[in-house]
């Protein structure tokens, strides 16, 4: 029987088409919120004549010839932001542009958090930190059973033995759906706003927000960012799970500062309206990192806008890659294709270092690779649950950024991203899917280590005539195997004219001549994709499918071998 995916990924849109940092293609549909519509002035309203937005409504009710009422709803972040509803006016973006004072106008999209399915909550007492295979790999047994690999994990104990375990006066906003901050493994670790008291209806520090004492909730318009959903408290426990305090988990920060924001409802889903608000928040409260472990909606401008001012801020945004099995170089999954320098966009890594079957992947646009796959961590009502997602990879890495400005606060964020990237671990199933070529690795970061990267050269490789092609539709519960054998080859790849299988439930595996995995494939994939490599001169191709929804396979006419 197969795992079923909770509502917030079967929600999901078709990803639009790839663009350029300045053109932004041809967009597919994607959920949105019916009649609404983000709108962005020129330049801030002028607060002595009627204010901008209404008469924007107006002008559009007149030129429209509508008879309902056109509705304005403003941001609490921004002058020169609103939402327009126009329900029954199906030309409302072409009319909204059409007027001098509007900058640009777009559908409310929605959003969703970037989690699987996720296991029943183990009970365990920092007594559960042998189980968080992502912070400590000695083998152990994922949630799952699968046994993994020593070292297949982000190299943060040698950095806690030498002292360096975060640090309060860096901020991290998680931009989810809340955190539950009176979790016991948590509360030592929330940023509380000292200059609000709670509870007097006023707004004391002048901020816009009334009693914003423990952050914000986009999603319900409420002055705080309680978790009603487990995803950001389970993100919060990954980044800054108090450590050594004989409870629960160990996050990679045992001391920071968390902003909760909700932006995402308790299904998990939100709006393009509250995540633009929910950035702006963070921004203005000064935060060092924001974590992301979000997306699914189309390309918008505004979204594109907040995220360039958090960089002008100096912020890092770290950013889930998503979880459709896509290559996000070929088909952008926004927030974390934004062709921004901040952006630091993750993928999922198991606990035998291979790529999450489930993970988007990008040689360009996807920069590392973290721990994802059975992720043990704090969830709201003082407990504890594993989940599965590039959610769970992105606040590994968000955690890891914050360590390293605990250590060295004079970091900027392009010096965080280049560092995570260049001292990432090699693995060669990584090689081709992120830009890293590879899994981050805290103690080298912290200190500056490159590892070396033995990957043969692209001139050396030579064409090898080799054929392997399943059915067309393959057949169901079957297992198909192909072996490869080149003789007096040192390396060998192959090169694949075209995969289509289900996402997630048929897979190719890759094997060496020993029978170790180099790359899992599943889902559909350009004409041409190649693998890693395989060291010696045989490999095997693997197949297996499972009982329903047969697509129409792959082919294979050649490999690539280096003598």
Known sequence: MKLSRIILLCLFAPLSLIHSAHAKGKAKSFPFIPGEYVVRLKSEPNTKSLNTFEDIALQLQKKSGLKSSIQVRHFKTSDVFAVITAKELKSAIALLKSDDRVAYAEPNYLFHAFDMKGTPAIPNNDDKFTQLWGMQNTGQTDAAGQVGKTGSDINVVPVWNEG??????????????????????????????????????????????????????????????????????????????????????????????????????SQGSGSLESAVQAIQYATKAGVNIMSNSWGGGAYTQSLYDVIKE????????????????????????????????????????????????????????????????????????????????????????????????????????????????????????????????????????????????????????????????????????????????????????????????????????VKDGNGDEVENLSGTYAAGYTTDYVVGSKASITFKTDGSLNKNGFKVKKVQVIY
Not at 191 to 211: M, R
């Open 310 to 509: 958090a960089k002008d801020k100096g912020i890092l945004f770290v950013a889930a890659a998503g979880n459709d099995s896509n290559d996000n170089d070929a088909n952008p999954s926004y927030p974390a294709s934004y062709e921004i320098d901040n952006v630091l966009s993750v993928a999922a890594t198991d606990n035998r270092d291979q790529i999450a079957v489930f993970s988007n992947y990008g040689r360009t646009r996807v920069h590392v690779a973290a721990p994802g796959v059975k992720i043990l961590s704090t969830v709201k009502a003082n407990d504890y649950a594993v989940f599965s997602g590039t959610s769970m990879a992105t606040p590994h890495v968000a955690g890891i950024a914050a360590l390293m400005l605990s250590s060295n606060p004079s970091l900027s964020y392009s010096q965080i991203k280049d560092t995570l990237i260049r001292t990432s671990d090699k693995v060669r199933g990584l090689s081709k899917k992120v830009v890293a070529k590879g899994r981050v690795n805290v103690y080298n970061a912290i200190h500056g280590i490159i590892p070396v990267d033995n990957t043969p050269a692209e001139n050396l490789w030579k064409d090898f005539s080799f054929s392997a092609e399943t059915p067309h539709p393959y057949v169901e519960n079957k297992t198909y195997q192909f072996d490869v054998s080149v003789s007096n080859a040192k390396y060998v790849r192959i090169v694949f004219d075209a995969i289509e299988t289900e996402s997630g439930y048929d897979k190719i595996s």
């Open 164 to 265: 360096i375990t975060g640090s309060k006066n860096i901020k991290v906003a998680i931009i989810d759906t809340g955190v539950d901050y009176t979790h016991p493994d948590l509360q030592g670790n929330i940023l509380k706003n000292t200059s609000e008291i709670a509870g007097d209806g006023i707004d004391n520090d002048g901020n816009g927000f009334v009693d914003d004492v423990y952050g914000w909730n986009f999603a319900d318009n409420l002055a705080n960012g309680m978790d009603d959903h487990n995803h950001g408290t389970h993100c919060a426990g990954t980044i800054g799970g108090m450590g050594n305090n004989k409870l629960g988990v160990a996050g990679v920060n045992w001391n920071v500062s968390i902003l909760p924001i909700k932006f995402l409802n």
